[in-house]
Structures are given as C-alpha cells and as structure tokens.
C-alpha cells in the first residue's frame, strides 16, 4: 500500500481525536447550562416561553418528574417531489427514555440544537432569562 | 486499522482501471464495506446530516434493532431518455426489517471503481481537512461560550 494513504489514514483519525476533544467540551458545556438554566426557573415557569423560544418541559414519570430544557426547530423534509417542514422539538437535556406506563423516548439534541445553546449563550441568554424572570416577579407582585 | 488498510490495498488496483474493463467481485465489496464503514466511524455522529466532501453523505436508516448508517453518493445514470439520479450505499447489500422489508442494495460497480479513485486521490486527506474546519469553528464559539460561564461564576 501507498505510504501516502497511509499518512492519510493517521491525519484523518488525529483530526477525529481533536474533534472528539471539542465534542467533550460541547457536551460538558451543555450539562452545564441546562442544569443552570432549570434551576434558575422556578417549576411555576415550566412550560413558559423563555427568551430565544427556549421552554421547559416537565415531563412525569414512575418516579417523578423530569424537567426538560426544549427548543423547536424547523425540518425540512422532502416526500415523492414535494417538500414539507415540520416542528421538532430538541430535548437539550435529552437522550433518556422515561417509564410511565410505557416507554418514552426523549432523544438527544442534534448538532443545531447543540451549538444555538451555546451561541445563545455566548450571546447573553443567561442575562436574558434573569431580565424575564425580573419582569414576571414584578407582574406577579402588581397582581398581588 | 489494520483491517482498514488491507482494504484499501485491495482497492488500490482500481485507480487506473475504466468501468468496463474490469470486475468488481465479491471480495471488493467487502473492502469497499470495510472503508465506507470505516469514515462514517471516523465522522462524528453529529455531523451525519452534513455532506462530506466530493458529494459522499450519510444515510441512517431506522430498523427494528435500531439505526443503521450507510456511507452513499449519489450516481446518475441515462433512464429512457432521461438522467436519474439514485443514491448509492457504499456499504450496501443488506435489507433491513422495519414494518416492511427495504433493501438497500450494493453500489454499481462504477462507483466502487469511483470510490476507489477517490480514496487514493486524497478523499480520506479532504475528510480530516473538512473535519478540522468544522472543530475549528465550534472551538471558536466554545471560547466566548467558556468565557461568559467564568464570568457567571465570578
């Protein structure tokens, strides 16, 4: 065999290592925000719209309930010619099947998902979400 | 690896060969196999819905005992008057169970040969390359991103 393809060979699995090593850092990250994130939100807010179209779902199961951090995303997908869209919602917390009767399937996020958390972020979602929960202290308290 | 590179030793004589002058048998199917499943191991599982550099992609299909993917190109071919075009799956020759059979056949012969080409001239060098570029791009947004959670600590 060649040497050069060999070479390539060993070039493409230490591109893959430096990948592997950003991917742990991404994963890490995410765990991190959402656990932040769900304990920022009071339970009251779950299923609220939070900023950047975030939301939280709880989900109950054997034994309790699950909070989930969501976002919908748009797919678009083809079908005999014709092309469709549809909503999906990305567990960002996901990647767990849950027992309530049955088995529930809460896939992980995909790459888009992953990544728009992690620009959000960057972009200030954290001070975001305190601004929103601010607002909604103060409404609830001229509501009394 | 060591597998790995039997196989593509095996595909090397295809490099100078044209489509109709040779046999694509059954142990070069086996070695194209060996290499397709071999890049979508190296492709991160997050990138499978992006397309590899020279138009190679990567197909997950569902079935009852869970995801299979494929390594697949796209090859057009001349169908009553008109050109077709039918994804490949490099890995192929399997027929999976999900409700109903499908079949997702081996790759015609033109494209094993393609392939083949492709792998000696640079294809794996282009994957790592593409690769790179894309961990470049998420270390560069993970910066700001590790930077604003510090500041959240601080």
Not at chain 1, 103 to 116: L, V
Not at chain 2, 23 to 38: C, G, L, P, Q, W
Not at chain 2, 45 to 73: E, M, N, S, W
């Amino acid at each position: 065999m060649k040497e050069g393809i060999k070479r390539e060979l060993e070039k493409l699995e230490a591109a893959r290592k430096r990948n592997l090593q950003t991917s742990t850092r991404i994963n890490e990250g995410i765990n991190r925000v959402v656990d932040i994130i769900l304990e920022m939100v009071p339970e009251e807010y779950d299923e609220h719209a939070l900023p950047r179209g975030y939301y939280i779902k709880a989900v109950p199961f054997d034994l309790g309930t699950y909070r989930f951090l969501c976002k919908d995303y748009i797919e678009y997908f083809d079908d005999e010619g014709f092309s469709y869209h549809t909503d999906v919602t990305q567990y960002l917390n996901g990647g767990v099947s849950l027992h309530y009767g049955h088995y529930m399937d809460f896939p992980s996020p995909s790459r888009e998902a992953r990544i728009g958390l992690i620009r959000d972020v960057s972009l200030g979602l954290f001070d975001e979400i305190k601004q929103w929960l601010q607002k909604k202290e103060k409404k609830e308290v001229q509501n009394g | 690896m060591d597998k790995v590179e039997k196989a593509l030793a095996r595909l090397e004589r295809f490099q100078l060969k044209k489509s109709w002058n040779v046999r694509v048998t059954e142990k070069d199917y086996e070695a194209v196999t060996i290499v397709a499943e071999y890049i979508i191991r190296m492709v991160p599982l997050r990138y499978h819905d992006c397309i590899l550099p020279r138009g190679y992609y990567i197909v997950t299909a569902d079935y009852d005992l869970g995801q299979h993917k494929f390594l697949c190109k796209d090859h057009s071919n001349w169908n009553y008057q008109e050109f077709e075009s039918k994804p490949q799956y490099l890995n192929g020759g399997v027929s999976l169970h999900y409700g109903t059979y499908t079949s997702y056949p081996r790759p015609v012969p033109d494209v094993v040969i393609e392939f083949a080409k492709d792998l000696y001239t640079g294809l794996l060098s282009e994957i790592a390359e593409w690769l790179d570029e894309r961990t470049a791009e998420e270390n560069e947004i993970l910066e700001e991103f590790e930077k604003k959670l510090k500041e959240r600590r601080c």
